[in-house]
């Protein structure tokens, strides 16, 4: 939750209320910040009395809710571990009642990385991993600041479908998810630049989902010129993903190389950690575009495998080769 400050030129600027940490408490003279029935808006509720509150708003949360995933913002670490492992065994029991799978998120080393999965705000990771984990990001990139706004305002800078999907597919090659916060309006309207671009992710999701749902990382997440400059939390960008930018996801005995931009019609692609000296044990049998009827052809060689990219681009935003495999 936040607001704006009044009369402040930087509309966007907000106040963290998460144990009132940032909240401004300049209350008028007149309001008793003593009061207990106000503690919880100054920040003056005792610590043992905001331990009862975190169980409790849990509690209801778990036993009224059935929630696949409970995320975490920054601190968990501050409550004493056996309030934690409480929590955990409660929402972890009521799992296995539902009969189904759930997720709590971290950001520091607040869980063990076996109970959680680790978050990254704003982030990714440069690399692949053997683990599992999320970034939450915005819809937003936002002209006030770098990072984009997490609540709406009418001067959002909103992320095209393309960035969207790029940064999607870059996060999924690597073992991680995106948990994406759009900013609707305080009606609850979503507003058409934002549609569009969600509209745009569906549209490309529907036809290459296969590329994305279900599938596990290559043992490689990709190739290419790097564009990251950071990894973890607030990860900067030195360009835009292009057709030189290759990601690998797989599912089962296929892998599918997503190549992040059009090459153009009939050019050649060559996917170096393909080549047959890196199947380890692997041939290739067949290759086709995701998102086309269109045959294209493909030539296996020790150091590369390489495509002719199909003569009409089936999107705009990135082309997914569907490479079939078998043990020799």
Known sequence: MGRAAEGDPEKHRWHYLGRQKYLEREAPEEIDRDDESLRKLYGTMPWPEFLKMWEALLSEVIGKYEPDLIWFDSWLDRIPEK?????????FNAATDWGKDVVVTYKQEDLPADVGVVDYEKGRLDDVTDY??????TISDGSWTTTGSWSHTEELD????KVLLHTLIDIVSKNGNLLLNISPTAAGVIPNKQRDSL??????LRANGEAIYGTRPFRVYGEGPKRLTSSGHFVE????????????TQKGDTVFAIQLGWPGSGKRVQIK???RASLAGRMITGVSVVDSPESIQWELEDDALLITAPSVAPNNFAICYRIETTSL
Do not use: C, H, P, V
């Open 83 to 91: 309030q934690r492992k409480a929590f955990l065994a409660e929402y």
């Open 132 to 137: 599992m984990w999320l970034t939450d990001d």
């Open 158 to 161: 909103i992320k095209s479908a």
């Open 199 to 204: 509209l745009g992710m569906g549209t490309w």
């Open 237 to 248: 960008m030195s360009g835009d993903y292009t057709s030189e930018n290759i990601r690998f």
């Open 273 to 275: 950690n393909l080549g």
